[in-house]
């Protein structure tokens, strides 16, 4: 039988047990350097982070400048009115601009369309004189008097006739009274010459304009003026929208629109010098 010495069973276990050991570490090494990888490549690492925070910023910025740009774009669009002087959806007309239509456009010969305040068309003033039918502002047509007479024109007799642009009683044929005119308002008479009386159009209940006396000394109010019929008429600068063709040039300035008063007088508020001046 052979016998190995208890001394040296010991030292040949020597290495065997480094050995274990020794790979043991390097297993323990391995996880542990896996473990440390893994948690410096997460979420915190300082150049994906700082890449993510670049891309969110630069996405709050783009939507920050979206949002400017469109709220300055609403700031700045203008919603579209009536009475700015441009015809828009909706609308027939607007202020002056009556998109080039004219009475003759609605089968009239004469007169001129306006624009309402709501910005529809208004051929009220239009006509055609010697269709016998009263249009616009006729006074008459042809034969069609509106029941008018020499008698009821203060003349003494005679025949009353129409004017040829139907606006006007023409009187050439009616007989005044012989005291017609003498200088003095005799009775049946309404004035004489420049006496009046104290009468104007105003009294007659026009807003103003030029009050005359017939050859038939009876009042002639064709200078007399409805303010706010539409119609600019002697004494008046405007009527509604309707300038009479003035434009905001016609007092000094570059650009914009003339406004209307409700006495009929021009406001030029909306109009503007320099080449700076706001265009409508």
Known sequence: MIRVRPALLALSLV??????ASDDEGVADDATAGETATETSGNDD???????????AGSTDADTSSESSTDTSAETSSEPYCGNGVIEAGETCDAQDVGGMACSSFGHASGEITCNVDCTLDVGGCYTCGDAQLDGFEACDGDN???QSCGGLGFAEGSLVCSADCLVFDTVYCVPYPTCPNGAIDPGEQC???????QDCTTQGYSGGTLACSPGCQFDLSGCAVCGNGVREAGE???????GGDGCSTYGF??????CTPACEVETYDCCLGPGCQQW
Do not use: R
């Open 15 to 20: 290495p065997l047990a480094c050995f274990t």
């Open 46 to 56: 300082p150049t994906t982070n700082s890449t993510s925070s670049t891309s969110s």
């Open 145 to 147: 008097l509106a029941g």
């Open 192 to 198: 004489d010459g420049d006496l009046f009386d104290g």
């Open 237 to 243: 600068a405007c009527d509604e929208f309707d300038f």
């Open 254 to 259: 570059d650009q914009g629109f003339l406004n």
